[in-house]
């Protein structure tokens, strides 16, 4: 049986955060994540906001969190090689009503230290949070927001990233420092020892001193498990919508916020895209459906803050749910009460992605405040270089590229402009994509507008090829999602993983 | 830049190598123009190398041809000249050559006496990235099928939907089966075609399901791959829910009232594996518009001119990348027509072209400034092509489509709401693309603005 001081049971992006925090330590670290891939679960349905934090109510976890990670965000951007833009975000108010909830915004974003964090670039440090009541100023921050929209609330620390990429991000640079990624490695069950636990998995047992939790929609289980405390979770489910880019990415734009939920918040991606996220409804667990009246919902919404915005241009509506404790609107960032060697990172939901650095860098203070000792390993990396994106590299680079390798001119994805030879670096790196859709997230492969109608064959040819199986056994997302049945007519060795170039046409 | 090389500089460059870009290639080179076509995949043909089935060529070579076939043809016609093909190469941009001479700007360079500008393609390929120049540009670069996401069907995002066309590429190219128990929902062509396809080879077809009162393919296709095989086609129904995790288990069809919305209680729910779309098809034109091509929003194609010429002086548009065609012959010819216009413009700088025929040329067309004619649809017309009539001496053909299915109406061209065109009471069909000719007369009576409309009529 594999030892290791710590197991990480989850690896959305706070459990990847929270590897790449601890990696910096010397002791022996895993990470146990029932699918195949990396932010699997909610971690790749939100909008990628990156939240400032005035929205949570002051004193909670979340409030910490939010602010602390918006912060962060800067750092760990520049160390694991994410993209995220600082591009600020206008809180949009229509009414007198509006005009009331925005100045309540503001007083929780003092109390939250939202006005002390970094600025967007080209924004002034001492109005970079601030209430605004002259349309004029809402249209020279966003020259698209509704003429209806009549006051405002300015932050500039708010920011966006691909939630994904950053999980991806933090988990490379976890795995460059050592920790063991477990993939397709489902927690069965857990055995309380006198000196830690023994996780029964789907692969094998595993052994761990420490155990922290940060399985999402698995996190009941994993605490009862463990002999945690019992979580009653929700399925607080949520619609988004992608569209197409623009020439000119929109401020993220958030309604004036509901009790239950920030609205329907429009913003632009970190590719150009239009984000439109989300709905709130509690839902069966499980349930991921994108719903009719929830998508028309987001694109009235969208509408209702930028009138102009062609709601047409649809790129890709999808759903997930957010685990959340039932009765608590917070995090539970802590160790437990009843099994001391447990460390819960549950109950994630919004700001999930905005929290996580902050979340991992909270899990650190409480592993030694519980005496554990984090010695600073030298041969900590913090860097991780990114990928090359060939859309984005200088002409000059493309060619260099493409004369070291011709893969790197040969464009699968038409949409994204991505080379066969990213598709190959997204299935290599560590831990690497197992199937079409974490391409897709490494490295846009498919994401465009035709959503893969073009380059999907070939990239399931290329991770058949790079995974040495048969085009059958190539999922599109999880183990189980096959896309291909094998052979039309003789056998396997002519299938698309073994025929490199095809007959020649020309014949 | 330095001075592109020699074996880069062109007179017409296409852009696509299927049935309409080669035959665009083929006219512009039999006009003697230096020729390159630039084809993404490793080979010429086009989406026609999938398409496996009969029916091709009826118009244009007299005969019956399957897509492969047909695609030979052309591919051998080029192969004897020296048009340079280009395959496995990506255009990531067209550019206009920046004025050297002058620091003037050229608003409208295609005025008479003005140089003609020269566009720079780029192209990326396993050799690197390469810039020609050219006077012309075909922009021939087909259509993509709409997806699953922006039809919003609602449900979960399980493995086993596919694009039509998707499934046919794994089909009848890679040999790889994409299911056992399928369910196709649109009926257009594709839709059709693979409905059968699958059913040959050896898979469950449930049904065709449209939520149009009517079908959209060709009447011969709803023939020989629906009733000739017993599949059933549902009309005003459509799926309202896709159901599975990993894999696609089912989905939910329901009927649709005739404002096309769900009727509830009417949903089925229908085990499967597979889901076939066939519901639409839209010109690509990212690459177009980043080079400042103007389009028509109802086409979704580039807005032209009578030679084909978009709103860029110097590029043509034809195919499905201008507006969706029924038949590759219809493209090819459309290209004929483009690969002409693109030579004409390309070579009447510095060369006396051989104008073959009496019909005026791109260049010619400017030479009088007289107003454009705007060309607008109405009635039940959805769209027509070209958009515009730069010059009134010559006879155009103009090409449109109905909206739905019509069992009598009139074509009629008004002016002002003036009819100066009648056309004789016949049915109209939304999957048939439809011709007709504006003649000199009609042009010189005309303002700047023309309608091209089908009305319905009474039984007469």
Same mark, same amino acid.
């Given at each position: 049986m594999e030892r290791y001081d710590i197991a990480i049971v989850g690896a959305g992006i706070t459990g990847c955060a929270i590897a790449r925090q601890l990696s910096r330590y010397d002791i022996s670290l895993c990470v146990l994540e029932s699918g195949n891939d990396v932010a699997l679960g909610a971690s790749k349905a939100n909008g990628g906001l990156v939240h400032a934090g005035y929205d949570p109510a002051p004193h909670t976890v979340k409030a910490t969190v939010n602010a602390r990670g918006c912060e962060l965000y800067g750092t760990w951007s520049r160390e694991l090689g994410f993209t995220f833009h600082r591009t600020g975000s206008l809180v949009v108010g229509f009414t007198s009503d509006d005009r009331e909830r925005v100045m309540a915004l503001y007083r929780n974003g003092i109390a939250n230290g939202v006005d002390k964090l970094p600025a967007a670039p080209g924004h002034a440090e001492e109005l970079r949070f601030r209430i605004i009541d002259d349309a004029e100023d809402l249209h020279e921050l966003e020259p698209r927001v509704s003429d209806r929209a009549t006051c405002g609330l300015w932050c500039a620390a708010t920011g966006v990233v691909d939630p994904f990429e950053v999980a991806i991000a933090a988990a490379e640079n976890a795995a460059a420092n050592g920790v063991g990624f477990l993939m397709g490695t489902r927690v069965r069950s857990i055995h309380q020892a006198n000196r830690g636990f023994e996780i029964e998995t789907d692969t094998g047992s595993v052994g761990a001193r420490y155990l922290i939790n940060a399985a999402g929609s698995g996190c009941a289980d994993i605490s009862r498990m463990a002999g945690g405390e019992e979580l009653e979770l929700d399925w607080r489910q949520g619609n988004i919508v992608i569209l197409d880019k623009e020439p000119r990415p929109l401020l993220p734009l958030y309604p004036v916020p509901t009790p239950v939920s920030k609205g329907v918040i429009v913003a632009g991606t970190v590719h150009g895209n239009t984000v439109i996220t989300a709905t709130a409804r509690l839902r069966e667990p499980g349930d991921d459906d994108t719903y009719a009246q929830d998508v028309e919902e987001l694109l009235e919404g969208a509408r209702r803050l !930028?009138? %102009?915005? %062609?709601?047409?241009? !649809? !790129?890709r509506p999808f759903a997930g749910g957010r685990a959340v404790i039932k009765g608590m609107n917070d995090f539970l960032i802590c160790r437990s009460r009843l099994q001391p060697r447990l460390f819960q990172a549950a109950g994630m939901q919004s700001p999930g992605v905005a929290s996580a650095p902050a979340v991992a860098e909270r899990m650190e203070r409480l592993l030694r405040e519980a005496g554990i000792e984090l010695r600073e390993r030298a041969s900590w990396n913090p860097i991780r270089k990114a990928p090359v994106d060939f859309d984005l590299a200088e002409p000059e680079e493309q060619d260099r590229l493409i004369a070291d390798d011709p893969a790197w001119g040969r464009i699968f994805c038409r949409c994204e402009t991505v080379p066969e030879a990213e598709v190959v670096a997204a299935i290599r790196r560590v831990p690497g994509a197992r199937s079409v859709e974490g391409v897709k997230r490494r490295c846009r492969a498919g994401m465009g507008r035709c959503q893969g109608g073009f380059c999907q064959s070939r990239v399931v040819a290329v991770l058949a090829r790079e995974l040495g199986c048969n085009p059958s056994e190539v999922p599109l997302e999880d183990v189980g999602s096959p896309l291909l049945y094998g052979t039309v007519k003789g056998d396997a060795r002519d299938s698309i993983a073994h025929r490199e170039q095809g007959a020649d046409f020309h014949g | 830049m330095g001075e592109p090389r020699s074996d880069t500089r062109f007179d017409v460059v296409v852009i696509g190598g299927g049935p309409a870009g080669m035959g665009a290639a083929l006219t512009a080179h039999a006009h003697g123009c230096r020729v390159a076509i630039v084809e993404r995949d490793a080979h010429l043909g086009g989406i026609l190398r999938q398409c496996i089935h009969p029916g091709f060529g009826l118009a244009l070579f007299k005969e019956e041809l399957t897509g492969p076939e047909y695609a030979q043809r052309l591919i051998n016609r080029v192969k004897v000249t020296d048009i340079v093909v280009l395959c496995g190469s990506m255009v990531t941009s067209i550019d206009r050559e920046a004025c050297a001479s002058s620091t003037e700007q050229h608003d409208s360079s295609h005025e008479k006496g003005e140089p003609r500008p020269t566009h720079l393609v780029r192209l990326i390929s396993e050799h690197g990235a390469v810039t020609l120049s050219t006077k012309s540009v075909v922009l021939a670069m087909g259509c993509r099928e709409r997806t699953r996401s922006e039809i919003k069907i609602p449900g979960s995002r399980p493995a086993g939907v596919f694009t039509a066309g998707l499934a046919q590429r794994y089909l009848n190219v890679e040999n790889q089966l994409p299911g056992h128990r399928a369910v196709i929902l649109g009926s257009g062509d594709i839709g059709l075609i693979m409905a059968r396809r699958c059913r040959l080879e050896g898979m469950e077809v449930e049904g065709v399901y449209e939520i149009m009162p009517y079908a959209n393919g060709l009447n011969r296709n709803i023939r020989n791959c629906l009733d000739d095989f017993g599949i059933p086609l549902h009309l005003s129904t459509t799926v309202t829910k896709i159901i599975g995790t990993r894999r696609l288990e089912a989905v939910e069809v329901t009927r649709v009232d005739e404002h096309l919305q769900p009727i509830p209680g009417t949903e089925r729910r229908i085990s499967c594996d597979t889901l076939l779309l066939s519901v639409g098809l839209v010109p690509e034109n990212e690459l177009s518009t980043a080079a400042g091509v103007e389009l028509d929003p109802r086409t979704r194609g580039a807005k032209v001119d009578q030679h084909l010429m978009t709103t860029v002086p110097g590029i043509f548009s034809c195919g499905n990348v201008l507006h969706v065609h029924d038949l590759a012959d219809n493209a090819e010819s459309e290209a004929e027509r483009a690969g002409t216009q693109a030579a004409y413009w390309a070579r009447s700088e510095s060369h006396s072209i051989d104008n073959p025929s009496t019909e005026t040329t791109a260049q010619e067309g400017d030479r009088d400034a007289v107003d454009d004619i705007v060309l607008e649809p109405e009635g039940l017309a959805g769209y027509v092509v070209p958009n515009r009539i730069t010059c009134r001496d010559e006879r155009v053909k103009v090409f449109f489509r109905v909206k739905r299915p019509v069992e009598n109406a009139v074509l009629r061209v008004r002016m002002g709401g003036v009819v100066i065109f009648e056309g004789k009471p016949r049915a109209y069909k939304p999957s048939i693309m439809e011709g007709a000719t504006l003649t000199p007369a009609m042009l010189m009576k005309a303002g700047t603005t023309l309608t091209v409309g089908i009305d319905e009529v009474e039984e007469s």
């Open positions: !930028v009138p %102009d915005l %062609d709601t047409k241009r !649809v !790129v | -």
